[in-house]
């Protein structure tokens, strides 16, 4: 890595590959691939502070981020099913009355 980062030095950050290849060959006498010094020149350069400016977007439909007003907006099942909501709700109630005061509460609205 080090024959790379001297060679960036004197070619300068934007140097290809091929060209730091040639540098290190002729001046180190060690034969490199171009794909070793790719993935070095990634390193120093974000070591640096200096990481690539073309960086790749992330491909797909950005995710739906699902927020508390559109749960509550969301419309009511036309059918007889309870919604998970109501059953979230129910199962908070008896985590906080217990059992005896959450069948308490369904005989007093009864």
Not at 21 to 29: P, S, T, V
Not at 61 to 77: G, L
Not at 81 to 93: C, E, H
Request: aromatic share 4%; net charge positive; glycine share 6%.
């Amino acid at each position: 890595m080090e024959a790379v980062r001297q060679a960036m030095n004197v070619l300068g950050y934007e140097a290809s590959p091929a060209a730091i290849q040639q540098h290190i060959k002729d001046n180190f006498g060690v034969e490199m691939n171009t794909n070793m010094i790719s993935s070095y020149k990634s390193t120093i350069r974000e070591k640096a502070g200096m990481a690539s400016q073309r960086r790749k977007k992330k491909r797909g439909r950005p995710r739906k981020v699902a927020t508390a007003a559109s749960a509550a907006a969301a419309p009511a099942p036309a059918h007889d099913a309870v919604p998970w909501r109501d059953i979230r709700t129910i199962k908070d109630l008896a985590a906080r009355l217990g059992k005896k005061g959450l069948r308490d509460l369904v005989e007093l609205l009864e």
